[in-house]
């Protein structure tokens, strides 16, 4: 029997996707593969940090908006987040909308998912919380919910869909219209365009917690695949390419070396980099184009510099 062929179902569906990637010209990871339960700890800890705008100024934008977001997300709804880590952001909604249907975290870390699960039903006892293990970007299913709701509401902060390619964000979107009739909303972080210092500070904090954060991922390939990387010999590098609009965060290797993944083997280059994320930035107007063949955007929030946008979006 091969080793590959001793991995369980979905850590054979993780090594098939990290061998793809890693045989491409430019080699890659998907970003996805960040979170397990320590790159969840890790992304939580980034986003306390003085240099990392988006979750400070998103989370601003709820609290000082959340009454008209609340009435546009309206009552006897279903909330079903993507991505939902510790859920902070999520509690300013529950806080302020006493009759919502459910609340349906989605996320692909299970261990950080059920962690966060047993906290929110001490704190909503009376809720209904349906916690779904998946990976959100593939179809999944939303569990039956007891309570009577008009329609599903997605939410989807932290400007996650930066993440996605924009041929790869259409695609999304395109999915999860599905999960919507009609007037289903989705209420989704959209981080803007802004001046290079800005968004490069972002991504190269003086803590180096992104860049463990970036070299977790190593971390996880080793322990879950069975993999050899030196996690020593590669470091972190994070730029903005302005052509592209986009934050690009790579893994650079200090050396020519060779990894081993199962049967396979790597060779990687001294200076070849792994690119394990993008982060798309969107001017409004940008946004709306993208999203217009499946949603209508009802309603835009910025901070008062405009560096960060919520934004509900109405299925058509």
């Not at 009759?99 to 692909?108: C, E, G, K, Q, T």
């Not at 919507?180 to 904090?205: C, F, H, Q, S």
């Not at 083997?265 to 798309?280: A, F, Q, R």
Request: proline share 4%.
């Amino acid at each position: 029997m091969s080793a590959e062929a001793e991995l369980n179902a979905p850590r054979r569906q993780m090594f098939e996707e990290v061998i793809e990637g890693l045989r491409r010209p430019q080699k890659m990871i998907p970003s996805k593969f960040f979170y397990d339960e320590r790159g969840s700890e890790l992304f939580d800890e980034i986003t306390r940090l003085d240099e990392y705008y988006p979750t400070r100024t998103e989370t601003r934008i709820l609290e000082e908006n959340i009454e008209e977001i609340a009435g546009a997300v309206g009552e006897q709804s279903v909330i079903v987040e993507l991505g939902s880590g510790n859920s902070t952001k999520t509690r300013l909604l529950l806080d302020h909308m006493a009759d919502i249907s459910a609340y349906v975290p989605v996320d692909i870390s299970e261990e950080y998912l059920m962690k966060t699960v047993r906290m929110l039903k001490k704190e909503y006892p009376d809720l209904s919380i349906k916690p779904v293990c998946a990976d959100y970007t593939k179809p999944f299913q939303i569990p039956p919910i007891a309570k009577p709701f008009e329609y599903y509401v997605i939410f989807y902060p932290g400007s996650t869909i930066g993440n996605f390619r924009p041929e790869k964000a259409r695609l999304f979107l395109k999915t999860i219209s599905k999960l919507l009739v009609p007037g289903g909303g989705m209420l989704i972080g959209v981080d803007l365009k802004k001046d290079r210092e800005t968004l490069e500070a972002a991504y190269n904090d003086s803590r180096c917690v992104t860049a463990e954060f970036n070299l977790n991922m190593l971390v996880r390939m080793n322990r879950e695949l069975n993999a050899d990387f030196d996690v020593d010999e590669f470091e972190h590098l994070a730029f903005y390419n302005e052509e592209k609009g986009r934050i690009e965060m790579h893994l650079v290797s200090r050396q020519k070396q060779e990894v081993h993944l199962q049967d396979e083997v790597i060779s990687i280059d001294e200076g070849e980099t792994i690119h394990t994320e993008n982060s798309y930035k969107y001017s409004l107007e940008e946004f709306r184009e993208l999203v217009k063949e499946w949603f209508e955007v009802q309603k835009v929030w910025t901070d008062e510099k405009e560096l960060f946008s919520m934004q509900y979006l109405v299925k058509k």
